[in-house]
C-alpha cells in the first residue's frame, strides 16, 4: 500500500501557472507507476498523466499535452506536476495514485488522498 499526500493546489486565473506535488510513502519500492488523475465537480475523476518510478515512462491525457509535465524528484522522492498555460476547464480537484493501465485506461490502485483543490477563474 503507498499512501500520498498531495500538495501546491490553489486559485490562479486562465493562462498562469501551478505546480503540484505528489509525496508518496509506504511501500513505495514497489511502484511502477504513478500518475496523476483529476475530479471537476459533478464529473468522474480523470486520468491527466502517469510517469514510471524510474521516470523514463510517460504519459498524458490529450487534454493537457503540451500544457502539463509531469517528472519525478529522485532526491525528495516527489512526483511532480507542472501546469502551464491553464484553462477553467482545468479546475477540478487533482489526485496522485500508483496506477496501472489496463486496455488504455488508467486505474489508481491505492486509497485516495484527499487531493489539492485547483481552481482557474478570473
Known amino acids: 500500500q503507498v499512501h500520498v499526500v498531495e500538495s501546491g493546489g490553489g486559485l490562479v486565473q486562465p493562462g498562469e501557472s501551478l505546480r503540484l506535488s505528489c509525496a508518496p510513502s509506504g511501500s513505495i519500492w514497489g511502484i511502477d507507476h504513478m500518475a496523476w488523475f483529476r475530479q471537476a465537480p459533478g464529473k468522474e475523476r480523470e486520468f491527466v498523466a502517469a510517469i514510471t518510478w524510474s521516470g523514463d515512462n510517460i504519459v498524458y491525457a490529450d487534454s493537457v499535452k503540451g500544457r502539463f509535465t509531469i517528472s519525478r524528484d529522485g532526491a525528495e522522492n516527489t512526483v511532480d506536476l507542472q501546469m502551464n498555460s491553464l484553462k477553467p476547464e482545468d479546475t477540478a480537484t487533482y489526485y496522485c495514485?500508483?496506477?496501472?493501465?489496463?486496455?488504455?485506461?488508467?486505474?489508481?490502485?491505492?486509497?485516495w488522498g484527499k487531493g489539492t483543490l485547483v481552481t482557474i477563474s478570473t
Open positions: 495514485n500508483r496506477a496501472r493501465v489496463v486496455a488504455g485506461d488508467w486505474y489508481g490502485l491505492d486509497s
